[in-house]
């Protein structure tokens, strides 16, 4: 079956600074979405990808779908400290609405 | 974005007994809606796909008979444990797809969590 692994699994970083974290499929997918989770609560979704190529923001997160299709990153700005979580990409092929989950990157953000 | 409600929040129960999980799609109508397990510090593990008005489809190694799963209306689905045992602790979450949003974009539940004594 399809497979995404994602990375890095944690992160620890000053406030203010740059996070980038990244997912690849062994698989071409459709479509990428990217979730954050806080503890105790359901996924929120932050960004959804239709498109190769596709570069969509929202805030200070930006996320990219992959020319190839089997990778997407996200990027957040200037980091603060309410962007605790754990950060969980999520990818569907074609014709399914099942998601396949990434591991989650544990974002850890010191003030 | 859409919202999806689940209740209960959280809910302790006897070992032997059955607890029933609502989903909910407040502001949309879900024809799919989703079922996942999450252990603790891992990723989310789908165990069922429910679809309105039809049986559910559920994953490989998943007990049919003992996670049921109902959909019964456009904005409703429940999941209930059935003789519940200490293993079934976990977190439950449930995710809908509004009939009218684009291929693949799901919206999650609060989660539910499970304490099996």
């Known amino acids: 079956g399809q497979q995404l692994n994602q990375s890095p699994q944690s992160m620890f970083i000053q406030e203010g600074e740059d996070v980038s974290m990244n997912c690849t499929s062994s698989?071409?997918?459709?479509?990428w979405l990217w979730y954050k989770q806080d503890p105790g609560e359901g996924p929120v979704l932050l960004i959804a990808?239709?498109?190769?190529?596709e570069l969509t923001s929202n805030g200070r997160l930006t996320a990219q779908f992959g020319i190839t299709r089997k990778d997407s990153f996200l990027n957040i700005s200037a980091s603060i400290p309410s962007d605790v979580g754990i950060y969980f990409c999520?990818?569907?092929?074609?014709?399914?609405?099942?998601?396949?989950f990434g591991k989650g990157t544990k974002l850890s953000v010191i003030p | 974005g859409a919202v999806v409600s689940q209740h209960p929040s959280w809910v302790i129960c006897k070992s032997g007994t059955s607890v029933k999980i609502e989903c909910r799609s407040l502001d949309f109508q879900a024809t799919t809606m989703f079922w996942y397990r999450q252990f603790p510090k891992q990723s989310l593990m789908l165990m069922a796909t429910s679809n309105e008005g039809s049986k559910a489809t559920y994953e490989q190694g998943v007990e049919k008979d003992k996670f049921l799963i109902n959909h019964a209306s456009l904005t409703l689905s429940t999941l209930t444990v059935t003789s519940a045992h200490p293993e079934d602790s976990s977190f439950y979450i449930c995710?809908?797809?509004?009939?009218?949003?684009?291929?693949?974009?799901?919206?999650f539940g609060e989660g539910s969590r499970l304490t099996v004594l």
């Open positions: 990808l239709y498109k190769a190529g």
């Open positions: 995710s809908a797809r509004s009939s009218g949003s684009p291929t693949g974009e799901l919206f």
């Open positions: 999520a990818g569907s092929g074609a014709g399914s609405y099942q998601l396949t």
């Open positions: 698989s071409i997918f459709n479509t």
